[in-house]
C-alpha cells in the first residue's frame, strides 16, 4: 500500500530541511503542500507560477533527492499551480512541467495550451481567431490609483459597452512600465468574458507592420483586410511605432474607419500623447481624436504600495510591510521597475541567505539603478542582441534551428532572464513561443558556453557593455 501523501511529503521536508539555510526553507519549501500520491508520483502544490519557476531552477535536485529517498528511485514529481480567484475560468497559456512530467488538473493547475495555429492566419473563421492576450493582465489584478483612474473607467464602460460608447478608440497613453499594455489588454479579458462571441484581437503595431509588410509581399492585402474586418474589439498596443510608416499608416486608417464605421471597439496605446506623435498622417490623428485620450501617469507612493502589497499577496512573496514601504519609497519611476525591485530583492534574500532590512533594500535597489540595466526590456533585449548579430528579429523569433540563430535566441532568452523582471515564461512566450523550460534551458547552455569559450565570453561582455546603453 502507498505511503499516506502527507506523511511522505513531510519526511521529504525533513530531508530537505538539513540540506538548506532555514530562511530558504521557510521561503520556499514550507509552503508547499502535498495534495496527493499516485503510483510514485507526488503532486505538490505552490502559491504561484513564480514559485514554481524558482523551486524547477534552483531546487530541483534537492527535491528529486528528497522524493527518490522518500519514495524509490522510481518517484517523479508533480506541481500544481494555485490559480488566482480571478482567473477561474479564463484559458490560460502556462505550461507546467515537472520533474519529469507534466500534469493538468481543473482549477489548481494552470491547463496548457496547444501550441496555437498562427493566430494571424488570414484564413480563419471569425472565432477561431486567438485573441492573444495574456492571462495575468486582467482589470482584477489592475491596481486603481488616481493615476490610472480615468483609463480604468473608461476600460470598465468599454467592457459593459464595447463600440457603444464615446469612448471610441480609447487612446491609453503614457511612459513606459505604467500599465497601458496591461489595462489594454484587461479590456480584451473583460469583453471576452462579457460577450464570449465577440471577436478580440490584441496585436502590437510591429506585429501589425510584419503582418502587412508580409500581405503585400504575398499579394494578399485583401485578405489581410477581411481579416480585420471580422473583428470586433481591436487592441492595438504602442501606435507611436507607426511614425514614419506611410503604406501601414494607410492600411491602418481603412481598418479603422471600417471598424469605427460598424460599431467595432479600437483600444489604442501610446507612449506619447496625440499632439507628440509624430511623423504621423494628420487624417489619422484627426481620428485618435474621435473618442477619449486618457493619460496613465506615474502612481504616487500610496497607489505603489497598494500594487506592491498586491504583487506580493498574488506571487506569495513574504515581505514585511516596512520592507513593502521601502521598497516603494526607493522605486519611483513605474511599475515594471517596482515589480523588477521586488524580484530582485527575493533573489537576493533566498540565494544570497541575507535578511532584507530597509537598509540592505536601498543598497540593493541603488545597485541596480546604478547599473542602468532596470529599464530594459525583452523587446529591448531583443533588438540589441540582433543588431549585434545582423539578424533580422522576425528570423531571431522564427524556428530556426540554424546554429547561430539558436545562439542568439538563447542569449537573448539570458539576458533577459538576468536583466528584467521578467517570468521565465513569460520570456519563453515573447521569445520564439517558446515554453518555460526551453529558457531555463537556454540560461544553462549560454552559462556552460561562457565557462568554456573565450571568444563567446567576450561577445558576452561587448553585448553587456550595449546593454547598459
Ligand atoms: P506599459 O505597457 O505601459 O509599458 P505594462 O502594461 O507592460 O506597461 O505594465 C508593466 C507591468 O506593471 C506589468 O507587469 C503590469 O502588470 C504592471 N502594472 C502596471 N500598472 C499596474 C497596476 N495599476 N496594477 C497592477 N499592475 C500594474
Ligand atoms: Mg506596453
Redesign the pocket.
Known sequence: MEKDYQRVWSECLDLIKERVTPRTFATWFQPIQAVGLQNDVLTIQVKSQYVYECLEEHYVDILRMAIRTVIGVGARLEYSVVVEESQKGQPSSVTISSIPQKKVKENVVRVEKVAPKNPFDLNHNRLEIDPQLNP??TLD?????SC?RLAKSAAMAIAQNPGKTAFNPLLIY??????????AQAIGWEVKQNFPDKVVLYVTTNVFQTQFTEAQLKNEINDFLHFYRLIDVLIL?DIQELAGKKGTQNTFFHIFNDLHQSGKQLVL?S?RSPAELTDMEERLLSRFRWGLSAE?KI?DFD?RLQ?AR??ARKEGIDFSEEILESICKYVNS???E??GAMVSLLAQATFNHRDLTPEVVQEILGKMVKNGMSELTVDKIQDIVCQYYHIAPDVLLSKSRKREIVQARQLTMYFCKNYTNASLTTIGRQIGRKDHTTVLYACRAIADLMATDRTFRGQVEELQQKLRG
Request: glycine share 16%; net charge negative; charged share 20%.
Open positions: 495575468s493582465y489584478c489592475f491596481v486603481e490609483g490610472n503614457g511612459g513606459s512600465g505604467l500599465g497601458k499594455t496591461h489595462l498596443d496605446t507612449d496613465m502612481p497607489t500594487i498586491f504583487k513605474n511599475v515594471r517596482l515589480e
